[in-house]
């Protein structure tokens, strides 16, 4: 049997709110700088996921807000892995939820 769920007519908000971060290797040139804006960001290649994914659409949303263009140059996967390979082999930025980036500088991981 197939079923679909959903919601009618369209949900207006959504089932969950979540912190989302933007991952960068140690030494990436905007790592340690201060006070950045939208705008300062769309130049440097980035590792999303996939269209209407919700990080995905909420980082758009906020380029939009600013009046930003969107970055041209990115990366869609939706493996973890391929986003810290590319992270550390790239000047690339990663959003991601703030629960993920925290596990992978915590100490049970210890990534550095």
């Known amino acids: 049997m197939d079923a679909t769920i959903s919601c009618w007519p369209a949900c207006p908000q959504p089932a969950n709110t979540e912190t989302v971060q ?5 030494d990436h ?3 340690k700088v201060k006070n950045l804006s939208v705008g300062d ?9 996939t269209h209407r994914a919700p990080i995905r ?6 380029f939009h807000r600013a009046g930003a263009r ?3 140059n990115i990366t869609n996967s939706t493996s973890l892995l391929v986003m810290i390979a590319m992270l550390v082999s790239s000047t690339a930025i990663a959003p991601m939820a703030s629960e993920v980036s925290s596990l992978l500088i915590g100490r049970q991981v210890g990534a550095r």
């Open 70 to 72: 969107l970055p041209a």
């Open 22 to 26: 933007l991952v960068v290797r140690a």
């Open 29 to 31: 040139p905007l790592a």
């Open 41 to 49: 960001l769309g130049s440097y290649q980035w590792i999303n996921q």
């Open 57 to 62: 659409d909420a980082v758009e949303n906020a």
